[in-house]
């Protein structure tokens, strides 16, 4: 291949990657909304660059994840949450950060995550038993990390029963 070529080839290689994240920050509007100095919110941009790399990362994880992924019930403390994770400690004091999706059915309604938390179908203290997929991996450096998908939660403290809106359905 003649060195032109080569060059030619490498610079299309480089846009193909670069515009697709350049795009996230040159093309958003930020429709007057800034922060206390009067920047854009650099969390939105962040949320957008992250959902643009998930378009292309996304069905790779999700395949990765499900490939292997078992169903398992773990039961402990709500100690705390942040976002999309909520930590449990379980009897045997092991902590444990389960992932949740965002939007939850109660009954006949459907709450977001965080409306969960603030209305009070789980608390901080509470017990709770989760059904959730889990995947654990290992690599050649005996470095194992253990994910966690939860998908429907029952709260023994007070009875609540929830269960993750989601595109698909998990069956044992």
């Known amino acids: 291949?003649?060195?032109?070529?080569?060059?030619?080839?490498?610079?299309?290689?480089?846009?193909?990657?670069?515009?697709?994240?350049?795009?996230?920050a040159m093309t958003y509007s930020y429709e007057g909304e800034t922060d206390d100095s009067g920047s854009p919110h650099r969390e939105r941009a962040r949320q957008l660059l992250m959902q643009r790399v998930g378009q292309h990362w996304g069905p790779w994880f999700s395949s990765w994840f499900f490939k292997e992924a078992e169903i398992v019930t773990v039961e402990g403390t709500v100690t705390a949450h942040a976002r999309h994770v909520l930590v449990l400690t379980t009897d045997e004091d092991e902590r444990l950060n389960i992932v949740l999706p965002g939007s939850w059915n109660v009954d006949s309604e459907v709450f977001g995550l965080p409306q969960i938390f603030e209305e009070g179908y789980i608390s901080i203290g509470d017990e709770v038993s989760i059904k959730a997929l889990q995947r654990t991996v290992t690599n050649e450096n005996e470095?194992?990390?253990?994910?966690?998908?939860?998908?429907?939660i029952v709260?023994?403290?007070?009875?609540?029963?929830?269960?993750?809106?989601l595109p698909f359905n998990i069956e044992e």
């Not at 709260?155 to 809106?165: F, K, P, Q, R, S």
Request: aromatic letters at 8%.
């Open 1 to 24: 291949m003649k060195t032109q070529s080569k060059i030619l080839f490498a610079a299309a290689l480089a846009l193909v990657i670069a515009l697709p994240l350049m795009s996230v």
């Open 143 to 152: 470095v194992t990390i253990t994910a966690f998908l939860g998908y429907e």
């Open 155 to 165: 709260d023994e403290t007070n009875g609540n029963h929830l269960y993750a809106v």
